[in-house]
């Protein structure tokens, strides 16, 4: 079966470079992504400069592709009705109310998803779950596929998505392993060897692997889960290290020299963020309870106390060095992305670390070279209305926040400098711009604390 047309429900940080990439390497598909947020379509179809994802070489990838065979839309009902294949790459955050809150994953956007596909689609569809989803997701989907569709058949795969934001477009170009599941019925399988060759364009046989629906989406849940547990790991002996005189750095290096254990994601810091890490194993907990797994479920739910431990502890570590005197001295925070190289900021510790110094009187400055100002400011927002505080509070906390555009001129004035974000530029400082008195804490290589004297550290 040749595929001629797909489309791609949500316009994210997934959908977006995913399409883009499918588009580019693959001319003869005509790729339409549609999503409901009005702004989101128009920054897509806008300047290269100001899509609403950032990604190094994402810009360079939809520049070749939009008009010719990419397209992004808010009609969504046309291109679902136009494709053979249709990815849901919509968000599925965690619960907020409801059976499961706080734990459980939202699919609310999955099911309308679902819904507005069986409603609209005349013909039979290939239905992909883009979108991180709780083991036995599909069973769910293909109910009301079924339930509320036109009498045309739906085969449902499970292709979870691996790229890492920052390294997106690479990641895609060159992934570890393009997992695809499906049925071991016939249509199942002719559905999987459509999928399989789409990414046989530019992705190695050897390196797609194909399995039964399950297996695929637990795979995901569990990808994330065991990376994030090893940052966890990590960061939790770093606490140790401060307490007997061990360098974490050094103990990093020797664990990963450990062919069996390998160097990656063995790197200490204030701790993991991102839309992804938390959520996904607050629902592995979730699901393990659900399924009377109790001692399973308290095993990973130990990754995030970790997180929010070393956050916490990150936080209380910048009050010491400044013996609490936080109202004359000012804090300079570099880095608000949850990492390097992206504009997303969600779950980012640095939303953690400004929001507990500036309840504690901090006089913050704020720097990040992708997020956007409005963006910074929503987030401090939300974070410190989910500890209570009235709106009138939060605008007076607001008086002691500066958002720069520039760091350089801002940091001699700063009595700590905080480093959150693992930009080079950050990492290589000018020495002469940080006064005699500055510390930097260096949240990248966490707790190790430098005092700086101009021209050369001392540490
Ligand atoms: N961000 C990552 O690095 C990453 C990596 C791998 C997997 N994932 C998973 O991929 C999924 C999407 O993540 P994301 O970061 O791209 O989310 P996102 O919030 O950036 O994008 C989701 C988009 O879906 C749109 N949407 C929601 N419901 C819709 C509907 N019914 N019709 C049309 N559009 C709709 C939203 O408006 C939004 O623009 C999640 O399940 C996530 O866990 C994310």
Known sequence: ??????????????????????????????????????????????????????????????????????????????????????????????KTEGEGAGMAADLRYVEACAKNIARVAKTDKIVIEKSTLP?????????????????????????????????????????????????????????????????????????????????????????????????????????LCEKTGADI??????????????????????????????????????????????EVAEYWHQVIKINNYQKT????????????????????????GFKANTNDSRESPSIFVASYLLQRGAILSIYDPLVKKERILSDLKKELKKVKLSNYQIIKLFNNLEILKNYKSSIHKSKAIVIMTEYNSFKNHDWKLISKSSKVIDGRNLLKNYNYSIGKPNA
Not at 18 to 33: G, N, R, Y
Not at 176 to 204: F, M
């Open 249 to 294: 750095e050094e103990l990093s290096l020797a664990i990963g020299m450990d062919s069996r254990i390998g160097p990656k994601f063995l790197k200490a810091s204030v701790g993991f963020g991102g839309s992804c890490f938390q959520k996904d194993i607050l629902n592995l907990v979730y699901l393990s309870r659900y399924y009377g797994l109790d």
């Open 313 to 336: 502890r990150f936080s209380k570590k910048i009050l010491e060095e400044l013996h609490g005197e936080l109202k004359e001295n000012k804090i300079i925070i570099l880095g608000w």
């Open 1 to 94: 079966m040749q595929i001629k047309n797909i489309c791609c429900i949500g316009a994210g940080y997934v959908g977006g470079p995913t399409m883009a990439v499918i588009a580019l390497k693959c001319p003869d598909i005509k790729v339409t992504v549609v999503d409901l947020n009005i702004e989101r379509i128009a920054a897509w179809n806008g300047p290269l400069e100001n899509l609403p994802v950032y990604e190094p070489g994402l810009a360079q990838v939809v520049e070749k592709t939009r008009g010719r065979n990419l397209f992004f839309s808010t009609e969504v009902d046309k291109a679902i009705d136009d494709a053979e294949m249709i990815f849901m790459a919509v968000n599925t955050p965690t």
């Open 135 to 239: 083991v036995r997701t599909a069973e769910k989907i293909k109910e009301i596929l079924d339930r509320d569709g036109n009498g045309v058949h739906f085969e449902i795969l499970s292709n979870p998505e691996f790229l890492a934001e920052g390294t997106a477009i690479q990641d895609l170009f060159k992934s570890d392993r393009v997992l695809i599941g499906g049925d071991e019925t016939k249509t199942g399988k002719k559905a999987v060897q459509a999928l399989v060759d789409i990414y046989l364009k530019w992705i190695p046989k050897e390196k797609i692997i194909t399995t039964n629906v399950w297996s695929s989406e637990l795979a995901k849940l569990a990808s994330n889960a065991m990376l994030a547990q090893r940052i966890s790991s990590i960061n939790s002996l770093s606490a």
